[in-house]
């Protein structure tokens, strides 16, 4: 059973910064994009950022391009986010999600291109 495993979310004070984990396991194929994710109350889910396996290419939202960084760990299964100088508009839960046969290219594809998902974890910035 395909399952991924967020996890890092917490409180941050404003400009802190905070690093999530995704776990991967029960993949029967690698997966090639791992995505993350956010949602905040009363708005819509979007995409933060996205890695690939194949290449090991990334991509960024423009609203924290520059400030964060996301890696892959292939053995631990493990895709991490970084996030620097954090803000209250990142508060949010964020989710991470993946898939075997999509490939990011210049942006963070759809959410509904994604075919697994995490139960996300919350994080809070306070200013």
């Known amino acids: 059973q395909e399952q991924l495993?967020?996890?890092g979310g917490g409180l941050v004070q404003s400009g802190g910064s905070v690093r999530l984990s995704c776990v991967a396991s029960g993949f029967a194929?690698?997966?090639n994009a791992i995505g993350w994710f956010r949602q905040a109350p009363g708005k819509e889910r979007e995409?933060?950022?996205c890695i690939n396996r194949s290449d090991r290419s990334t991509v960024?939202?423009?609203?924290v391009k520059g400030r964060s960084t996301i890696s892959r760990?292939?053995?631990k299964n493990t895709?991490?986010?970084q996030m620097n100088d954090l803000k209250p508009e990142d508060t949010a839960v964020y989710y991470c999600a993946a898939?075997?046969?999509l490939y990011c290219s210049d942006y963070v594809p759809s959410s509904a291109d994604f075919r697994s998902w995490g139960q996300g974890t919350q994080v809070t910035v306070s200013s």
């Open 5 to 7: 495993v967020e996890s």
């Open 29 to 31: 194929f690698d997966p």
């Open 47 to 49: 995409g933060v950022s």
């Open 60 to 63: 960024y939202a423009d609203f």
């Open 73 to 75: 760990d292939g053995a």
């Open 79 to 81: 895709v991490y986010l």
């Open 99 to 101: 898939d075997a046969d």
